[in-house]
């Protein structure tokens, strides 16, 4: 089940300028900062009372968000959706027709993993579905 919108993503030509001006304009600030060097890019979530956007980043000349970049210039990436049990979404929307860009999870950090819906899929749009482990609310 879908819980809420995760995340906006944007691609960026450069996150710092993205982040002061965010962070000036909004309220924004840092909450994540990630690097993956072996696909060219590095993820930087800014958030402001609920609201998050990733902002993506092509470090290097080659990669996913490189090519990105240079077929459409920066803007929105992705749609992030939180949901509540990622293998079952996968199973329903495989069910409903929807073309997943892999067949299994990528583990992202330690308590979060995604799959993409194709755009094709969803209206031109590449959506990721997120699963993020919530923290053991017993024993603190």
């Given at each position: 089940m879908i819980k809420k919108i995760d995340h906006i993503g944007i691609v960026v030509k450069n996150t710092e300028e993205l982040v002061e001006?965010?962070?000036?304009?909004?309220?924004?600030?840092?909450?994540?900062?990630?690097?993956?060097?072996?696909?060219?890019?590095?993820?930087?979530?800014?958030?402001?009372?609920g609201a998050t956007i990733e902002l993506i980043e092509p470090i290097g000349p080659t990669g996913i968000?490189?090519?990105?970049?240079?077929?459409?210039?920066?803007?929105l990436h992705h749609i992030s959706?939180?949901?509540?049990?990622?293998?079952?979404?996968?199973?329903?929307l495989k069910a409903k027709g929807a073309q997943l860009l892999?067949?299994?999870?990528?583990?992202?950090?330690?308590?979060?993993?995604?799959?993409?819906?194709?755009?094709?899929?969803?209206?031109?749009?590449?959506v990721e579905l997120i699963y993020r482990e919530q923290p053991d609310k017993q024993g603190g």
């Amino acid at each position: 089940m879908i819980k809420k919108i995760d995340h906006i993503g944007i691609v960026v030509k450069n996150t710092e300028e993205l982040v002061e001006l965010f962070s000036r304009l909004f309220g924004f600030r840092v909450t994540e900062s990630l690097t993956f060097p072996e696909q060219g890019f590095k993820s930087t979530l800014i958030s402001q009372e609920g609201a998050t956007i990733e902002l993506i980043e092509p470090i290097g000349p080659t990669g996913i968000i490189q090519r990105f970049m240079e077929k459409r210039g920066p803007g929105l990436h992705h749609i992030s959706l939180q949901v509540d049990n990622l293998e079952q979404e996968m199973k329903v929307l495989k069910a409903k027709g929807a073309q997943l860009l892999g067949e299994e999870p990528q583990q992202i950090t330690e308590s979060s993993k995604v799959i993409f819906a194709h755009p094709s899929s969803a209206g031109g749009i590449l959506v990721e579905l997120i699963y993020r482990e919530q923290p053991d609310k017993q024993g603190g």
